[in-house]
């Protein structure tokens, strides 16, 4: 065995050749005698591969390790056994003092080069001493035992070479038709079908760790995660991209395309880090187990908790907090509201708190531009009122006893039908309001805590806020503000910091004590689309996400795989840093100076003077807010903002007061009543009837005069919020 297999041995590194012709080293792990092959294994991306090589194609590649008697008979023949090679040393003698012979006999050599006594002799071989009969006949009968066995292993051997290729043939084939399967699948002529094989190859290089169930939940205050959609039936009927990749349970990355000035397409890769990141495949049960559960037990210990779904229209907000559906049939039972309020229910049979006899309570209500409408009460209007005690109050708020888990069922079904939704420029049917679901424990009539569980609306930043309808566009400029206005709360309550700018917008007003106190906790769910159509506003979610919390990134937080080190990182240009925020809305600089000399000041100087609406808490807020975000905020639209902020409050004052109008209308029609009903007398007071209805007359004159004059301030107010939209230009999705 030693001889045949030469300095080969188990441990030894050779050469070997791949099918592709790849040649490299692997180590020996076994050597086979019956077919004269060995076993080698080696390492590739990290997993350990091996297959079985015969020792002609060892040999080839690694001549010193090959026997030093390893010199064949021909290129036919195989080697002879280690068992005989003495034997072969005889006629191997024999045959080399055979060949110097004439040229004119070549066959009878080459007969007697296979060993075979009884070739015909020529005279030259007549010439020779013939040898022994005796020694003649043993050597003749040894090569017939040698040819047999050398027939039977050269049989064996080429089985196997048979087999290795017919196995290297099939593998091929099936390489060839996997190729053909996905060149008929992806379409060659896609316009993005240069940046989809991007894509994939920078996928190929990371090795994905994602979120599972087996991880440990951390404890945060603030809690700032990312969710990912698959792409629905319209972005797969349409071809779009998945230009999202989440690698770990932390690290979420955007594969933007971009253009160099040679029209060469390029990706850079932005990527963002997370307290956890959600893919296509996590389910609601897997979100609620990592954000919203944690804050269950905050309520029973007479805390405040939050949880908002934000994101794009269309990217799962309402999917995540309220369960799945199509269209407004709702499958509520797995949405976090529900999966929230089963908690709580199997939180009171517990010992420690049955013994305080809490009460459950669930109030559902929505904001829609400005205006706080119940949910559970027909859409009633409400109003939000501060108290002596500076506590925001939702007069008329209906709260609603429950009992199980099926009553806040039933009632999350009758909130949902009655929301406010519409067409944006992003989805044909997109929720246009912030919906708030709050569940309240209540202890002997006093609040013991508050869970808030908001799906905020879609943040389609400018495509909505410049529309031509003013109804669109004062819903989508207060849209902007109250997020504007809830990222700056989050901010101030995880920085611990003395005011907190909650009067900006109408969410933050209403969720005033969830931001104030430190047994407050609040937890955000990014939902972000995975298409390429939907990249611009992809960034922008993962951007305001990013400003909550301020995460830091570095490379190390990219899982790389250990083949891919090389080819990955090269290609690798991630936002390792937050810089600056992308600005939502950009301003023309000659609008932007006509627009600072020109009426709107003045306007508001107006309005102060004959309002009485200068400085106060609400504007204080509005213009710390846009201090605070200089880089997002311009002047010509904190100018915008806070005429739409005026108009909202002018038209609650309008409304007001000509309800009043209208009440002392009832009270004028009963007082002249009065009076007609005296002239009817024979005698009446002529003097006194002239006199009643004079002032009569007066009141209305007043009362009506000045309803009047707010309503044209209003109307041009109205006017002056149109002109100022105009200055203000929505940022256009760059081309790719």
């Given at each position: 065995?030693?001889?045949?297999?030469?300095?080969?041995?188990?441990?030894?590194?050779?050469?070997?050749?791949?099918?592709?012709?790849?040649?490299?080293?692997?180590?020996?792990?076994?050597?086979?005698?019956?077919?004269?092959?060995?076993?080698?294994?080696?390492?590739?991306?990290?997993?350990?591969?091996?297959?079985?090589?015969?020792?002609?194609?060892?040999?080839?590649?690694?001549?010193?390790?090959?026997?030093?008697?390893?010199?064949?008979?021909?290129?036919?023949?195989?080697?002879?056994?280690?068992?005989?090679?003495?034997?072969?040393?005889?006629?191997?003698?024999?045959?080399?003092?055979?060949?110097?012979?004439?040229?004119?006999?070549?066959?009878?050599?080459?007969?007697?080069?296979?060993?075979?006594?009884?070739?015909?002799?020529?005279?030259?071989?007549?010439?020779?001493?013939?040898?022994?009969?005796?020694?003649?006949?043993?050597?003749?009968?040894?090569?017939?035992?040698?040819?047999?066995?050398?027939?039977?292993?050269?049989?064996?051997?080429?089985?196997?070479?048979?087999?290795?290729?017919?196995?290297?043939?099939?593998?091929?084939?099936?390489?060839?038709?996997?190729?053909?399967?996905?060149?008929?699948?992806?379409?060659?002529?896609?316009?993005?079908?240069?940046?989809?094989?991007?894509?994939?190859?920078?996928?190929?290089?990371?090795?994905?760790?994602?979120?599972?169930?087996?991880?440990?939940?951390?404890?945060?205050?603030?809690?700032?995660?990312?969710?990912?959609?698959?792409?629905?039936?319209?972005?797969?009927?349409?071809?779009?991209?998945?230009?999202?990749?989440?690698?770990?349970?932390?690290?979420?990355?955007?594969?933007?395309?971009?253009?160099?000035?040679?029209?060469?397409?390029?990706?850079?890769?932005?990527?963002?880090?997370?307290?956890?990141?959600?893919?296509?495949?996590?389910?609601?049960?897997?979100?609620?187990?990592?954000?919203?559960?944690?804050?269950?037990?905050?309520?029973?210990?007479?805390?405040?908790?939050?949880?908002?779904?934000?994101?794009?229209?269309?990217?799962?907000?309402?999917?995540?907090?309220?369960?799945?559906?199509?269209?407004?049939?709702?499958?509520?039972?797995?949405?976090?509201?529900?999966?929230?309020?089963?908690?709580?229910?199997?939180?009171?049979?517990?010992?420690?708190?049955?013994?305080?006899?809490?009460?459950?309570?669930?109030?559902?209500?929505?904001?829609?531009?400005?205006?706080?409408?119940?949910?559970?009460?027909?859409?009633?209007?409400?109003?939000?009122?501060?108290?002596?005690?500076?506590?925001?109050?939702?007069?008329?708020?209906?709260?609603?006893?429950?009992?199980?888990?099926?009553?806040?069922?039933?009632?999350?079904?009758?909130?949902?039908?009655?929301?406010?939704?519409?067409?944006?420029?992003?989805?044909?049917?997109?929720?246009?309001?912030?919906?708030?679901?709050?569940?309240?424990?209540?202890?002997?009539?006093?609040?013991?805590?508050?869970?808030?569980?908001?799906?905020?609306?879609?943040?389609?930043?400018?495509?909505?806020?410049?529309?031509?309808?003013?109804?669109?566009?004062?819903?989508?400029?207060?849209?902007?503000?109250?997020?504007?206005?809830?990222?700056?709360?989050?901010?101030?309550?995880?920085?611990?910091?003395?005011?907190?700018?909650?009067?900006?917008?109408?969410?933050?007003?209403?969720?005033?004590?969830?931001?104030?106190?430190?047994?407050?906790?609040?937890?955000?769910?990014?939902?972000?689309?995975?298409?390429?159509?939907?990249?611009?506003?992809?960034?922008?979610?993962?951007?305001?996400?990013?400003?909550?919390?301020?995460?830091?990134?570095?490379?190390?937080?990219?899982?790389?795989?250990?083949?891919?080190?090389?080819?990955?990182?090269?290609?690798?240009?991630?936002?390792?840093?937050?810089?600056?925020?992308?600005?939502?809305?950009?301003?023309?600089?000659?609008?932007?100076?006509?627009?600072?000399?020109?009426?709107?000041?003045?306007?508001?100087?107006?309005?102060?003077?004959?309002?009485?609406?200068?400085?106060?808490?609400?504007?204080?807020d509005l213009k710390l807010l846009c201090e605070q975000n200089e880089e997002e905020v311009s002047p010509q639209l904190f100018t915008f903002h806070e005429a739409v902020s005026q108009l909202v409050e002018m038209e609650e004052q309008v409304l007001e007061d000509h309800r009043a109008v209208f009440q002392e209308s009832i009270?004028?029609?009963?007082?002249?009543?009065?009076?007609?009903?005296?002239?009817?007398?024979?005698?009446?007071?002529?003097?006194?009837?002239?006199?009643?209805?004079?002032?009569?007359?007066?009141?209305?004159?007043?009362?009506?005069?000045?309803?009047?004059?707010?309503?044209?301030?209003?109307?041009?107010?109205?006017?002056?919020?149109?002109?100022?939209?105009?200055?203000?230009?929505?940022?256009?999705?760059?081309?790719?």
């Amino acid at each position: 065995m030693a001889a045949m297999f030469g300095k080969i041995f188990v441990g030894i590194y050779v050469e070997i050749k791949r099918s592709d012709g790849r040649i490299h080293q692997a180590m020996v792990t076994s050597l086979h005698e019956d077919n004269e092959s060995v076993t080698v294994e080696w390492i590739e991306n990290g997993d350990t591969k091996g297959k079985e090589i015969d020792l002609e194609s060892i040999f080839a590649l690694n001549p010193d390790v090959a026997p030093e008697e390893d010199i064949p008979q021909s290129p036919e023949a195989p080697l002879p056994p280690s068992g005989v090679g003495k034997a072969t040393k005889v006629p191997k003698t024999r045959r080399v003092t055979a060949i110097p012979k004439p040229e004119n006999a070549p066959r009878e050599n080459r007969a007697a080069s296979v060993g075979t006594t009884r070739a015909r002799p020529s005279q030259h071989s007549q010439a020779a001493e013939p040898p022994p009969p005796a020694i003649a006949a043993q050597p003749a009968l040894n090569q017939a035992l040698i040819q047999q066995q050398n027939a039977r292993r050269k049989s064996n051997c080429v089985k196997e070479v048979e087999k290795l290729q017919e196995k290297r043939e099939k593998r091929r084939l099936q390489q060839q038709e996997l190729r053909e399967k996905r060149a008929q699948e992806v379409d060659v002529n896609l316009p993005n079908y240069e940046i989809m094989c991007m894509i994939r190859d920078f996928r190929a290089s990371l090795d994905y760790r994602p979120l599972t169930t087996n991880d440990l939940i951390e404890e945060h205050r603030i809690c700032v995660c990312v969710r990912a959609r698959p792409l629905n039936k319209k972005e797969l009927t349409v071809k779009d991209l998945d230009v999202i990749t989440i690698p770990s349970k932390d690290v979420v990355m955007v594969h933007e395309p971009k253009q160099k000035v040679d029209l060469t397409r390029f990706l850079e890769n932005q990527t963002f880090r997370f307290d956890y990141t959600f893919d296509e495949n996590s389910t609601n049960e897997m979100v609620y187990r990592f954000t919203a559960q944690p804050l269950v037990e905050t309520i029973f210990e007479r805390g405040m908790a939050t949880c908002f779904a934000y994101g794009q229209t269309g990217s799962g907000k309402t999917h995540t907090m309220g369960g799945d559906f199509s269209g407004k049939n709702q499958d509520c039972s797995k949405g976090i509201y529900a999966l929230s309020a089963r908690d709580v229910f199997l939180m009171l049979k517990k010992p420690n708190y049955k013994k305080l006899d809490l009460q459950v309570f669930a109030t559902f209500f929505e904001i829609y531009s400005g205006k706080v409408f119940d949910l559970l009460n027909r859409k009633a209007k409400l109003r939000v009122l501060e108290d002596g005690k500076q506590q925001v109050q939702v007069v008329g708020l209906q709260e609603r006893e429950v009992k199980c888990t099926e009553d806040v069922l039933k009632l999350i079904e009758v909130g949902n039908s009655c929301r406010t939704s519409g067409q944006t420029s992003a989805n044909a049917h997109s929720s246009r309001s912030h919906a708030v679901f709050q569940i309240i424990l209540r202890r002997r009539g006093k609040m013991h805590g508050k869970f808030s569980l908001i799906d905020l609306a879609g943040n389609e930043r400018g495509a909505d806020t410049s529309s031509a309808d003013r109804q669109t566009r004062l819903e989508g400029a207060e849209i902007n503000k109250s997020l504007l206005a809830l990222k700056e709360c989050i901010r101030a309550l995880g920085r611990n910091k003395p005011h907190t700018p909650f009067r900006a917008s109408k969410l933050t007003q209403v969720l005033r004590d969830s931001f104030i106190g430190e047994n407050s906790r609040t937890c955000m769910i990014a939902t972000i689309s995975p298409g390429m159509a939907s990249c611009e506003n992809t960034l922008n979610t993962l951007r305001y996400a990013n400003r909550v919390k301020e995460f830091g990134i570095s490379p190390s937080d990219i899982p790389f795989s250990q083949s891919g080190v090389g080819s990955g990182r090269s290609e690798l240009s991630p936002t390792y840093e937050y810089v600056t925020m992308v600005k939502e809305l950009m301003v023309d600089p000659v609008a932007a100076m006509d627009g600072r000399q020109g009426g709107h000041v003045n306007q508001l100087e107006v309005l102060e003077a004959q309002w009485g609406v200068g400085s106060s808490p609400q504007r204080d807020d509005l213009k710390l807010l846009c201090e605070q975000n200089e880089e997002e905020v311009s002047p010509q639209l904190f100018t915008f903002h806070e005429a739409v902020s005026q108009l909202v409050e002018m038209e609650e004052q309008v409304l007001e007061d000509h309800r009043a109008v209208f009440q002392e209308s009832i009270r004028w029609l009963e007082d002249e009543k009065v009076l007609l009903e005296m002239t009817e007398e024979v005698d009446y007071d002529v003097e006194s009837y002239a006199t009643q209805l004079e002032q009569i007359l007066d009141q209305k004159i007043d009362i009506l005069t000045e309803l009047r004059d707010k309503v044209k301030s209003f109307r041009s107010t109205l006017q002056e919020e149109e002109q100022a939209s105009q200055q203000i230009a929505p940022r256009r999705p760059r081309a790719l």
